[in-house]
Protein backbone atom coordinates (compact mmCIF):
# COMPACT_ATOMS: atom_id res chain seq x y z
CA UNK A 1 0.00 0.00 0.00
CA UNK A 2 1.31 3.37 -1.25
CA UNK A 3 0.36 6.61 1.52
CA UNK A 4 -2.69 8.57 1.20
CA UNK A 5 -1.44 11.42 -0.76
CA UNK A 6 -0.25 14.40 1.72
CA UNK A 7 -2.83 16.69 -0.15
CA UNK A 8 -1.54 20.12 1.67
CA UNK A 9 1.98 18.87 0.48
CA UNK A 10 0.92 18.69 -2.93
CA UNK A 11 -1.22 21.75 -2.82
CA UNK A 12 1.84 23.86 -1.42
CA UNK A 13 4.06 22.22 -4.20
CA UNK A 14 1.50 23.22 -7.01
CA UNK A 15 1.76 26.29 -5.87
CA UNK A 16 5.00 26.95 -5.90
CA UNK A 17 5.38 25.60 -9.49
CA UNK A 18 2.77 28.12 -10.60
CA UNK A 19 4.46 30.99 -8.36
CA UNK A 20 7.77 30.00 -10.73
CA UNK A 21 5.63 28.85 -13.91
CA UNK A 22 4.41 32.47 -13.89
CA UNK A 23 7.36 34.95 -13.89
CA UNK A 24 8.59 32.82 -17.15
CA UNK A 25 7.07 35.40 -19.23
CA UNK A 26 5.65 33.71 -22.03
CA UNK A 27 3.40 36.70 -23.49
CA UNK A 28 2.55 35.69 -26.88
CA UNK A 29 3.38 37.18 -29.43
CA UNK A 30 6.27 36.67 -29.16
CA UNK A 31 5.59 33.21 -27.07
CA UNK A 32 9.03 32.03 -25.88
CA UNK A 33 7.62 28.86 -24.78
CA UNK A 34 10.77 26.82 -25.02
CA UNK A 35 11.43 28.57 -21.74
CA UNK A 36 8.48 26.95 -20.07
CA UNK A 37 9.01 23.70 -21.90
CA UNK A 38 12.88 24.02 -20.20
CA UNK A 39 10.97 24.73 -16.75
CA UNK A 40 8.76 22.18 -17.37
CA UNK A 41 10.75 19.38 -18.62
CA UNK A 42 13.35 20.22 -15.55
CA UNK A 43 10.28 19.02 -13.09
CA UNK A 44 8.92 16.10 -14.99
CA UNK A 45 12.91 15.02 -15.27
CA UNK A 46 13.18 15.55 -11.26
CA UNK A 47 10.28 13.08 -11.10
CA UNK A 48 12.15 10.90 -13.74
CA UNK A 49 10.03 11.21 -15.78
CA UNK A 50 11.15 11.17 -19.71
CA UNK A 51 9.91 13.85 -21.94
CA UNK A 52 9.73 14.79 -25.94
CA UNK A 53 10.06 18.08 -26.84
CA UNK A 54 9.32 19.47 -30.63
CA UNK A 55 10.93 23.28 -31.45
CA UNK A 56 8.83 24.08 -34.45
CA UNK A 57 11.15 27.74 -34.83
CA UNK A 58 13.15 29.65 -32.52
CA UNK A 59 11.99 30.22 -28.71
CA UNK A 60 9.07 28.40 -29.73
CA UNK A 61 8.56 24.76 -28.36
CA UNK A 62 5.91 22.07 -27.09
CA UNK A 63 6.68 18.74 -24.55
CA UNK A 64 4.86 15.72 -24.74
CA UNK A 65 5.58 12.86 -21.38
CA UNK A 66 3.63 9.88 -20.99
CA UNK A 67 3.37 7.43 -17.72
CA UNK A 68 1.58 4.08 -17.72
CA UNK A 69 1.39 1.68 -20.82
CA UNK A 70 2.47 3.10 -24.42
CA UNK A 71 1.38 6.30 -25.64
CA UNK A 72 -2.12 8.42 -26.23
CA UNK A 73 -4.15 7.12 -23.54
CA UNK A 74 -5.41 10.25 -21.76
CA UNK A 75 -4.00 13.31 -22.83
CA UNK A 76 -3.55 16.05 -20.34
CA UNK A 77 -3.59 19.21 -22.38
CA UNK A 78 -2.46 22.85 -21.58
CA UNK A 79 -1.01 25.03 -23.27
CA UNK A 80 1.83 27.36 -22.32
CA UNK A 81 1.51 30.58 -23.75
CA UNK A 82 -0.29 33.82 -22.19
CA UNK A 83 -2.02 36.83 -23.52
CA UNK A 84 -0.29 39.69 -23.20
CA UNK A 85 -0.61 42.09 -20.27
CA UNK A 86 -1.47 46.41 -20.17
CA UNK A 87 0.72 46.01 -17.28
CA UNK A 88 -0.56 49.90 -15.88
CA UNK A 89 -3.74 48.28 -15.27
CA UNK A 90 -2.82 45.63 -12.96
CA UNK A 91 -2.18 46.09 -8.86
CA UNK A 92 0.62 43.92 -8.75
CA UNK A 93 3.68 42.32 -10.87
CA UNK A 94 1.69 40.36 -13.48
CA UNK A 95 4.81 38.65 -13.65
CA UNK A 96 5.68 38.56 -10.34
CA UNK A 97 3.96 35.14 -9.13
CA UNK A 98 2.97 36.81 -6.05
CA UNK A 99 0.60 35.17 -3.20
CA UNK A 100 -1.28 37.74 -1.58
CA UNK A 101 -5.03 37.48 0.28
CA UNK A 102 -4.79 33.31 -0.70
CA UNK A 103 -4.59 33.92 -4.11
CA UNK A 104 -1.09 32.92 -6.30
CA UNK A 105 -1.44 36.55 -8.75
CA UNK A 106 -0.39 37.09 -12.54
CA UNK A 107 -0.51 36.45 -16.03
CA UNK A 108 -1.29 33.01 -16.62
CA UNK A 109 -2.88 32.11 -13.18
CA UNK A 110 -6.07 31.12 -14.89
CA UNK A 111 -5.51 30.44 -18.76
CA UNK A 112 -4.27 28.36 -18.33
CA UNK A 113 -1.39 27.79 -16.47
CA UNK A 114 -2.91 26.61 -12.97
CA UNK A 115 -4.66 24.28 -15.28
CA UNK A 116 -1.47 22.99 -16.55
CA UNK A 117 0.51 22.61 -13.03
CA UNK A 118 -2.93 20.53 -11.65
CA UNK A 119 -2.15 18.49 -14.87
CA UNK A 120 1.53 18.12 -13.71
CA UNK A 121 0.80 17.11 -10.27
CA UNK A 122 -1.62 14.77 -11.32
CA UNK A 123 0.81 12.99 -13.75
CA UNK A 124 3.89 13.14 -10.99
CA UNK A 125 1.32 11.88 -7.95
CA UNK A 126 0.27 9.18 -10.23
CA UNK A 127 3.83 8.20 -10.46
CA UNK A 128 4.37 8.65 -7.09
CA UNK A 129 1.84 6.75 -6.00
CA UNK A 130 2.81 4.04 -8.17
CA UNK A 131 -0.83 3.94 -9.24
CA UNK A 132 -0.94 0.52 -11.41
CA UNK A 133 -2.46 2.09 -14.56
CA UNK A 134 -4.13 0.11 -17.33
CA UNK A 135 -3.97 3.29 -19.95
CA UNK A 136 -1.32 5.92 -20.36
CA UNK A 137 -1.61 9.08 -18.98
CA UNK A 138 0.32 11.84 -21.48
CA UNK A 139 0.95 15.34 -20.52
CA UNK A 140 1.21 17.77 -23.21
CA UNK A 141 2.16 21.30 -22.91
CA UNK A 142 1.84 23.26 -26.69
CA UNK A 143 2.49 26.68 -27.88
CA UNK A 144 1.16 29.11 -29.77
CA UNK A 145 -2.50 28.82 -28.81
CA UNK A 146 -3.65 32.28 -27.77
CA UNK A 147 -2.38 33.31 -31.88
CA UNK A 148 -3.91 30.49 -33.79
CA UNK A 149 -1.56 27.47 -32.69
CA UNK A 150 0.28 27.76 -35.94
CA UNK A 151 3.33 26.16 -33.73
CA UNK A 152 1.60 24.30 -31.66
CA UNK A 153 -1.28 22.24 -31.99
CA UNK A 154 -1.28 23.13 -35.59
CA UNK A 155 1.91 22.75 -35.93
CA UNK A 156 1.99 19.21 -34.33
CA UNK A 157 -1.19 18.01 -36.61
CA UNK A 158 0.91 18.66 -39.54
CA UNK A 159 4.31 17.36 -38.59
CA UNK A 160 4.32 15.28 -35.31
CA UNK A 161 0.56 13.66 -35.36
CA UNK A 162 1.65 11.11 -33.27
CA UNK A 163 1.67 13.66 -30.37
CA UNK A 164 -1.97 13.73 -30.94
CA UNK A 165 -3.38 10.40 -30.56
CA UNK A 166 -5.24 10.04 -27.69
CA UNK A 167 -8.80 7.96 -26.05
CA UNK A 168 -9.21 11.20 -24.68
CA UNK A 169 -8.41 15.05 -23.99
CA UNK A 170 -8.89 16.93 -21.27
CA UNK A 171 -8.36 20.69 -22.54
CA UNK A 172 -9.17 24.50 -20.65
CA UNK A 173 -12.82 25.12 -22.21
CA UNK A 174 -15.13 25.30 -19.10
CA UNK A 175 -14.46 26.28 -15.60
CA UNK A 176 -16.86 25.83 -12.50
CA UNK A 177 -18.59 28.55 -10.71
CA UNK A 178 -18.74 29.07 -6.98
CA UNK A 179 -21.72 32.00 -7.41
CA UNK A 180 -23.66 31.17 -10.65
CA UNK A 181 -26.81 33.55 -11.36
CA UNK A 182 -25.67 35.24 -7.46
CA UNK A 183 -26.34 31.46 -5.91
CA UNK A 184 -24.51 29.39 -3.56
CA UNK A 185 -24.77 26.33 -5.50
CA UNK A 186 -21.23 25.57 -6.90
CA UNK A 187 -21.77 24.33 -10.00
CA UNK A 188 -18.42 22.47 -12.02
CA UNK A 189 -18.87 22.51 -16.15
CA UNK A 190 -17.49 20.48 -18.99
CA UNK A 191 -17.20 21.50 -22.28
CA UNK A 192 -17.60 18.82 -25.36
CA UNK A 193 -17.72 21.59 -28.07
CA UNK A 194 -17.04 24.66 -28.64
CA UNK A 195 -18.09 27.26 -31.44
CA UNK A 196 -16.55 27.60 -34.67
CA UNK A 197 -14.90 30.47 -36.00
CA UNK A 198 -15.42 31.85 -39.54
CA UNK A 199 -13.10 34.96 -39.90
CA UNK A 200 -14.12 36.84 -43.22
CA UNK A 201 -12.77 39.70 -44.99
CA UNK A 202 -15.16 41.58 -47.17
CA UNK A 203 -13.65 43.82 -49.64
CA UNK A 204 -14.92 46.44 -52.60
CA UNK A 205 -13.12 48.54 -54.75
CA UNK A 206 -14.30 51.83 -56.78
CA UNK A 207 -13.71 54.70 -58.42
CA UNK A 208 -11.52 57.38 -56.76
CA UNK A 209 -11.83 60.34 -56.77
CA UNK A 210 -11.93 64.70 -55.43
CA UNK A 211 -14.21 64.37 -52.29
CA UNK A 212 -16.19 67.50 -53.91
CA UNK A 213 -17.09 66.13 -56.42
CA UNK A 214 -19.07 62.87 -55.19
CA UNK A 215 -19.80 60.15 -58.21
CA UNK A 216 -22.04 57.84 -56.60
CA UNK A 217 -19.35 54.90 -57.14
CA UNK A 218 -17.66 55.82 -53.52
CA UNK A 219 -16.32 52.14 -52.49
CA UNK A 220 -16.17 53.31 -48.68
CA UNK A 221 -20.29 54.09 -48.81
CA UNK A 222 -21.10 50.93 -50.18
CA UNK A 223 -18.53 49.29 -47.56
CA UNK A 224 -20.82 50.87 -45.50
CA UNK A 225 -24.20 50.02 -46.65
CA UNK A 226 -23.37 46.32 -46.81
CA UNK A 227 -22.33 46.65 -43.35
CA UNK A 228 -25.73 48.35 -41.85
CA UNK A 229 -27.23 45.35 -43.90
CA UNK A 230 -25.17 42.67 -41.71
CA UNK A 231 -25.74 44.40 -38.78
CA UNK A 232 -29.50 44.18 -39.10
CA UNK A 233 -29.41 39.98 -39.88
CA UNK A 234 -30.94 38.59 -37.32
CA UNK A 235 -29.41 35.33 -35.99
CA UNK A 236 -31.94 33.02 -34.93
CA UNK A 237 -31.36 31.44 -31.36
CA UNK A 238 -31.96 27.97 -30.69
CA UNK A 239 -31.64 25.27 -27.99
CA UNK A 240 -28.88 22.93 -28.89
CA UNK A 241 -28.73 19.32 -27.16
CA UNK A 242 -25.23 20.50 -25.27
CA UNK A 243 -27.35 23.75 -24.33
CA UNK A 244 -30.40 21.90 -23.76
CA UNK A 245 -28.81 20.05 -21.06
CA UNK A 246 -26.46 22.94 -19.36
CA UNK A 247 -30.11 24.47 -18.44
CA UNK A 248 -32.13 21.30 -17.75
CA UNK A 249 -28.99 20.97 -15.35
CA UNK A 250 -29.39 24.20 -13.91
CA UNK A 251 -32.85 24.10 -13.33
CA UNK A 252 -32.49 21.06 -11.40
CA UNK A 253 -30.09 23.63 -9.10
CA UNK A 254 -33.05 26.48 -8.99
CA UNK A 255 -30.57 28.28 -10.75
CA UNK A 256 -31.40 30.18 -14.72
CA UNK A 257 -34.22 30.51 -16.79
CA UNK A 258 -35.45 26.72 -16.83
CA UNK A 259 -35.62 23.94 -18.96
CA UNK A 260 -38.10 24.88 -21.39
CA UNK A 261 -36.87 25.89 -24.98
CA UNK A 262 -38.81 29.18 -24.61
CA UNK A 263 -38.12 30.40 -21.42
CA UNK A 264 -33.90 29.63 -22.78
CA UNK A 265 -34.80 31.85 -25.37
CA UNK A 266 -36.21 34.43 -23.91
CA UNK A 267 -33.44 34.46 -21.16
CA UNK A 268 -30.86 35.01 -24.36
CA UNK A 269 -32.59 38.40 -25.41
CA UNK A 270 -30.43 41.33 -23.71
CA UNK A 271 -27.45 38.66 -22.09
CA UNK A 272 -24.75 38.59 -24.99
CA UNK A 273 -23.47 35.33 -23.09
CA UNK A 274 -26.12 33.63 -22.99
CA UNK A 275 -26.91 34.59 -26.76
CA UNK A 276 -22.94 33.48 -27.60
CA UNK A 277 -24.06 30.41 -26.72
CA UNK A 278 -27.53 29.43 -28.81
CA UNK A 279 -26.83 31.57 -31.69
CA UNK A 280 -24.54 32.04 -34.92
CA UNK A 281 -22.79 35.55 -34.17
CA UNK A 282 -21.00 38.50 -35.89
CA UNK A 283 -18.83 40.79 -34.73
CA UNK A 284 -17.60 43.53 -36.88
CA UNK A 285 -14.01 44.11 -35.96
CA UNK A 286 -12.16 45.99 -38.25
CA UNK A 287 -12.71 48.83 -41.05
CA UNK A 288 -10.31 50.05 -43.07
CA UNK A 289 -10.61 52.61 -45.87
CA UNK A 290 -9.07 56.43 -46.83
CA UNK A 291 -5.90 58.06 -47.13
CA UNK A 292 -7.49 61.73 -46.83
CA UNK A 293 -10.46 63.57 -45.91
CA UNK A 294 -10.92 64.95 -49.57
CA UNK A 295 -10.15 61.93 -51.48
CA UNK A 296 -12.82 59.53 -52.48
CA UNK A 297 -10.64 56.26 -51.43
CA UNK A 298 -10.50 53.32 -54.55
CA UNK A 299 -10.68 50.34 -51.76
CA UNK A 300 -12.43 50.00 -48.35
CA UNK A 301 -12.52 46.15 -46.24
CA UNK A 302 -14.05 45.13 -42.94
CA UNK A 303 -13.28 42.00 -41.27
CA UNK A 304 -15.88 39.97 -39.34
CA UNK A 305 -15.31 37.82 -36.76
CA UNK A 306 -18.34 34.74 -37.22
CA UNK A 307 -18.54 32.58 -35.03
CA UNK A 308 -20.71 29.36 -35.97
CA UNK A 309 -22.68 26.94 -33.78
CA UNK A 310 -20.89 23.69 -33.98
CA UNK A 311 -23.54 22.26 -36.13
CA UNK A 312 -24.18 24.99 -37.90
CA UNK A 313 -23.28 24.59 -41.50
CA UNK A 314 -20.63 26.85 -42.78
CA UNK A 315 -21.42 27.20 -46.55
CA UNK A 316 -25.21 27.70 -45.81
CA UNK A 317 -23.59 30.66 -43.73
CA UNK A 318 -21.65 32.17 -46.31
CA UNK A 319 -24.37 31.84 -49.21
CA UNK A 320 -26.80 33.55 -46.77
CA UNK A 321 -24.43 36.25 -45.66
CA UNK A 322 -24.08 36.63 -49.41
CA UNK A 323 -27.93 37.22 -50.20
CA UNK A 324 -28.05 39.87 -47.04
CA UNK A 325 -25.06 41.73 -48.88
CA UNK A 326 -27.13 41.43 -51.89
CA UNK A 327 -24.09 43.40 -53.72
CA UNK A 328 -21.69 41.74 -55.91
CA UNK A 329 -19.41 44.23 -55.94
CA UNK A 330 -18.59 43.54 -52.53
CA UNK A 331 -16.20 40.20 -52.12
CA UNK A 332 -16.59 38.16 -49.23
CA UNK A 333 -12.68 36.28 -48.38
CA UNK A 334 -12.47 33.46 -46.14
CA UNK A 335 -9.62 34.32 -43.65
CA UNK A 336 -9.96 31.12 -41.38
CA UNK A 337 -12.39 28.82 -41.29
CA UNK A 338 -12.42 25.38 -38.95
CA UNK A 339 -14.95 21.96 -38.77
CA UNK A 340 -17.35 22.01 -36.02
CA UNK A 341 -17.09 18.73 -34.17
CA UNK A 342 -18.60 17.97 -30.48
CA UNK A 343 -17.46 15.17 -28.05
CA UNK A 344 -20.65 13.03 -27.13
CA UNK A 345 -22.57 14.44 -23.76
CA UNK A 346 -22.62 11.32 -22.21
CA UNK A 347 -19.73 9.20 -21.98
CA UNK A 348 -17.02 6.85 -19.70
CA UNK A 349 -15.51 10.68 -18.71
CA UNK A 350 -18.44 12.83 -18.28
CA UNK A 351 -20.20 10.01 -15.91
CA UNK A 352 -16.81 9.98 -14.18
CA UNK A 353 -16.41 13.65 -13.37
CA UNK A 354 -20.30 13.64 -12.09
CA UNK A 355 -19.40 11.23 -9.70
CA UNK A 356 -16.16 12.39 -8.25
CA UNK A 357 -17.42 16.25 -8.83
CA UNK A 358 -20.52 15.60 -6.02
CA UNK A 359 -18.37 13.29 -3.84
CA UNK A 360 -15.66 16.24 -3.51
CA UNK A 361 -17.96 19.30 -3.26
CA UNK A 362 -21.47 18.59 -0.82
CA UNK A 363 -24.37 19.68 -3.51
CA UNK A 364 -22.08 20.14 -6.03
CA UNK A 365 -24.16 20.39 -9.97
CA UNK A 366 -22.38 19.50 -13.04
CA UNK A 367 -23.32 21.18 -16.39
CA UNK A 368 -22.21 20.98 -19.83
CA UNK A 369 -21.28 24.00 -21.32
CA UNK A 370 -20.97 25.23 -24.77
CA UNK A 371 -17.29 26.96 -25.37
CA UNK A 372 -18.24 30.80 -27.12
CA UNK A 373 -14.58 30.84 -27.99
CA UNK A 374 -12.07 28.12 -29.21
CA UNK A 375 -9.32 25.79 -28.01
CA UNK A 376 -7.15 23.45 -29.35
CA UNK A 377 -9.67 21.04 -28.31
CA UNK A 378 -11.06 21.61 -31.98
CA UNK A 379 -7.83 19.64 -33.78
CA UNK A 380 -8.70 16.94 -31.79
CA UNK A 381 -12.75 16.73 -32.40
CA UNK A 382 -12.20 16.94 -35.94
CA UNK A 383 -9.87 14.47 -35.95
CA UNK A 384 -12.55 12.05 -33.87
CA UNK A 385 -10.80 11.90 -30.52
CA UNK A 386 -13.03 13.09 -27.88
CA UNK A 387 -11.86 16.20 -26.03
CA UNK A 388 -13.28 18.17 -22.97
CA UNK A 389 -13.02 21.54 -21.83
CA UNK A 390 -13.18 20.97 -17.80
CA UNK A 391 -11.20 22.87 -15.28
CA UNK A 392 -11.86 21.34 -11.92
CA UNK A 393 -11.77 24.85 -10.07
CA UNK A 394 -15.36 26.60 -8.40
CA UNK A 395 -14.47 29.90 -9.25
CA UNK A 396 -16.17 33.00 -8.08
CA UNK A 397 -17.85 35.18 -11.29
CA UNK A 398 -15.32 38.33 -10.15
CA UNK A 399 -12.09 36.11 -10.50
CA UNK A 400 -13.35 34.80 -14.00
CA UNK A 401 -13.97 37.97 -15.52
CA UNK A 402 -9.97 38.34 -14.71
CA UNK A 403 -8.95 35.73 -17.56
CA UNK A 404 -7.36 37.68 -20.72
CA UNK A 405 -7.70 40.62 -18.16
CA UNK A 406 -6.15 42.33 -15.32
CA UNK A 407 -5.08 41.05 -11.94
CA UNK A 408 -5.53 37.39 -13.36
CA UNK A 409 -5.47 35.51 -10.28
CA UNK A 410 -6.56 31.79 -8.55
CA UNK A 411 -7.75 31.21 -5.05
CA UNK A 412 -4.80 28.29 -3.23
CA UNK A 413 -8.01 26.85 -2.25
CA UNK A 414 -9.06 26.48 -5.89
CA UNK A 415 -5.22 24.97 -6.97
CA UNK A 416 -6.26 22.55 -3.93
CA UNK A 417 -9.98 21.43 -5.77
CA UNK A 418 -8.19 21.14 -9.09
CA UNK A 419 -5.99 18.71 -8.08
CA UNK A 420 -8.09 16.98 -6.34
CA UNK A 421 -10.55 16.40 -8.69
CA UNK A 422 -8.62 16.11 -11.20
CA UNK A 423 -6.11 13.38 -10.05
CA UNK A 424 -9.28 11.65 -8.77
CA UNK A 425 -11.20 11.72 -12.30
CA UNK A 426 -7.80 10.69 -14.08
CA UNK A 427 -7.12 7.99 -11.32
CA UNK A 428 -10.64 6.33 -11.74
CA UNK A 429 -10.23 6.19 -15.53
CA UNK A 430 -6.84 4.76 -15.67
CA UNK A 431 -6.39 2.80 -12.84
CA UNK A 432 -6.17 -1.16 -13.66
ZN1 LIG B 1 -6.37 29.41 -22.84
Known amino acids: MTKPIDWDAATNEAVGILREYIRIDTSNPPGNEERAVAFLGGILASEGIRYETAAPAPGRSNLIAHIGPGTGGICLLNHTDVVPVERQFWGIDPF ?86 GGTTPVFSFAPGEKVPLWLRLVTRGRPGHGSVPHGDNCAERLVKALDRIRNWQQEARVTPVMRAHFEALAAAGLGPGGSEAA ?74 YQGASSPLDSEFTRTVAEVCAEMVEGARLAPELTPGFTDSRIYRVRGTPAYGFVPCLLPMEDLATIHGHNERISIENIRLGLQVMYEVVRRLCSA
Open 96 to 181: GGDVRDGYIWGRGALDMKAMGVIELMTVILLKRQEVRLKRAVTFLAVADEEAGSEFGAAWLERNRPDWLDAELVINEGAYGVADLA
Open 264 to 337: ILASAAGNPAARARLANTISLTTISTGVKVNVIPAEASATLDCRLLPDADADEFMAALGAVIDDERVEVEVLNR
